[in-house]
């Protein structure tokens, strides 16, 4: 696949056998008369080279084709979940092939913050909605917040910051109230048996520190390495024997929170997603997810 400052050439012949393990899920010839089949390979090394660069669609090497067809493309397999599909495959791969840090590796947390180019404000009254992250939002996931409209990427991402669900909510959206939903869409698939859903521990900063997010992972036999704030361990403090005993996590343990933080560094290489140009949330979401399925391809190569 197309990654980094790579050109079309370049990748051919060194990523064959990750192509090879997502090549089914896309689209392919169906038998009818008509235009030839675009080359679903070439269709997403365009797609990735835009969103890489951040040029407009219309600017698009003349070695992608016509600039329409890889947008159209690239609206198809956002709007009927194509990249989720494929993302949830390489989740089970990793998960088969003990890839996923499952253990004292989990950072969830939303961080950067993009800022767009819509010049209109968004819809007042109406608010995203993250239980369906296939559905367009009313607002479009657009938010006026101190900089202006903007937009939050929230991900979910395992001990060695390979992204594992990913939302998108407006600028001023809170990044606590997203831990839930965050795992509350986590599903990888195994062979045999149920999906698993949670993870052994959680890791996360002062901001995570509440009632309702300590109660939900203590009720799901999760381990949260989160920090209690100083406000917090005063309110606690004068409420005596009514305020709960104090708040325990393993410091050292904590220092490794910084995961996500690479993470978003490797996310906001692409220029196309540190700067969001597309209107619908879908569009740009599907981005992200491709940009995950990347790195999971570039992961599984060197598993055992």
Known sequence: MLSGNQTLHQTRG???AQFALIADLLPGPTGRKGRPFADA???????VYRYRTGIAWRDLPDAFGPWQTVWAWHRRLAGDGTWDVVLDRLLTAADAAGAVDWWCRWTPRSLMRISTRRTSPAPQGERSNYTDPRSEPPDHGFGRSRGGLSTKVHQLVDGRGLPLVTLITPGQAGDSPMLLPLLGCLRVARPIGRPRTRPDRVRGDKAYSSRAIRQHLRSRGIESVIPEPRDQQGHRKRRGSRGGRPVTYDPVDYKQRN??????CRLKQWRGLATRYDKLAIVYRAAVVLNAVIAWLRHLPDTP
């Open 259 to 264: 995961v996500i933080e690479r993470g978003f």
């Open 41 to 47: 390979r070439t269709m997403i090394e365009g797609i």
């Open 14 to 16: 060194d990523s064959d």
